[in-house]
């Protein structure tokens, strides 16, 4: 790759400079170009007053200076060079790659959230021209919305940690000529997030609650009663689930968040409310996470229930209902898929702690010393 100084004449006897290169580089919009003006001139008069000789001696010294910067540029490999892929734009690239390696249908939902706030942030660009200022930007727009109170700083670091997922790629496949990851930080996760769950009273009151939400009502009541993710509710076909005398039945199911294939009885309230069996997917009409979130907490205000339920709630809810029942730490951990059983053991502490905090709530209104008795006094 050579770079060098072309000169070309102008109007008013004046020579303009510009950097010619052996092969194409890549401008701001898009396009391609082998040429670069420098914005600079020289004097091309025949008779050149001294001033003028000194002006061209000067701009010919600089305009060398940036035809030297920009050939280190080219190879250290910071210049836009034009390479094959790199004009696609920076969304179309992520909405590539979030389809990508089988990807739960939770995950694909939150990396369409990212690609959409790479557009309202105003960073969606052709790919080879991602700068680290560019994603700097894209960090600062993230931090403004947690700021602002219309996120949490979690939902901003998950987010991030699916932009930078996608930087990656780009650069493993040579779309972007720097890890540009290595440059900026990520958004740590901020504090622990409180984990919401219902009590036995609360999703008692919840279920005997009228709502319109039919099927929402159904994957919530169902996901109490087993504790299985909406991922795996989703998925769940009627081919995975073994019926067996009694109304007990036993069911399959794939985790996509492990990747590994799982059996375990289904509780017969559960079997009872799938109700008559049919083929394809048990429920075959889960609307998108969002909305189930929202129908829930819709139908949980009517119920007089005052909690930032999600779906995933029901999980939480059944593994500390299970705790409660005396259903030992490991065979819930077991039920629930977890990988260590220190994870099931944050649920016992929440328990714990709710405990302790009913236990506060009786108060007699009565002094804690017995009050002397009263003695006779004989007149």
Request: proline share 4%; aromatic share 6%.
């Amino acid at each position: 790759m050579k770079v060098s100084i072309l000169k070309r004449p102008l109007a008013d006897n004046k020579i303009g400079l510009y950097l010619q290169y052996s092969k194409s580089i890549r401008k701001p919009d898009g396009k391609t170009t082998r040429r670069e003006a420098l914005g600079m001139f020289l004097h091309g008069d025949k008779r050149l007053t001294p001033e003028q000789r000194q002006h061209n001696r000067e701009t010919e010294k600089v305009a060398e200076m940036v035809r030297a910067q920009r050939m280190l540029e080219v190879q250290s490999g910071r210049f836009g060079l034009s390479r094959e892929g790199s004009g696609i734009m920076l969304s179309d690239y992520l909405t590539k790659a979030s389809g990508m390696d089988g990807r739960a249908y939770s995950t694909k939902m939150a990396w369409k959230m990212m690609i959409d706030c790479v557009k309202a942030a105003g960073i969606d660009m052709p790919i080879g021209n991602l700068e680290v200022r560019h994603c700097s930007e894209f960090k600062r727009w993230m931090l403004a919305r947690v700021k602002s109170g219309k996120w949490k700083q979690s939902t901003a670091s998950h987010e991030m940690s699916y932009f930078r997922a996608g930087l990656r790629r780009a650069y493993r496949e040579g779309l972007i000529r720097e890890n540009l990851v290595e440059r900026f930080d990520t958004i740590p996760m901020g504090p622990r997030a409180k984990i919401e769950f219902l009590t036995r009273d609360e999703l008692t009151r919840l279920l005997q609650t009228p709502t319109k939400y039919s099927g929402t009502r159904k994957i919530a009541f169902f996901a109490a009663l087993t504790g299985l993710r909406s991922s795996e509710i989703r998925d769940l076909e009627w081919k995975d689930i073994k019926d067996h005398e009694g109304g007990s039945a036993v069911m399959s199911y794939f985790q996509r968040k492990t990747k590994k294939s799982k059996s375990r009885p289904m509780p017969s309230q559960a079997r009872e409310l799938i109700g008559k069996r049919g083929d394809g997917k048990v429920f075959p009409h889960v609307i998108a996470q969002t909305h189930l979130n929202t129908q829930l907490r819709r139908w949980a205000a009517d119920a007089g229930i005052d909690k930032h339920l999600t779906m995933h709630c029901m999980r939480h809810t059944f593994a500390t209902l299970q705790l409660a029942a005396g259903t030992p730490l490991h065979v819930v951990s077991d039920m629930l898929d977890h990988s260590s059983i220190k994870m099931t053991e944050v649920y016992a502490k929440i328990l714990d702690e709710a405990v302790a905090e009913a236990a506060e709530k009786i108060r007699i209104d009565a002094p804690i010393e017995q009050p002397a008795p009263l003695r006779l006094v004989k007149s």
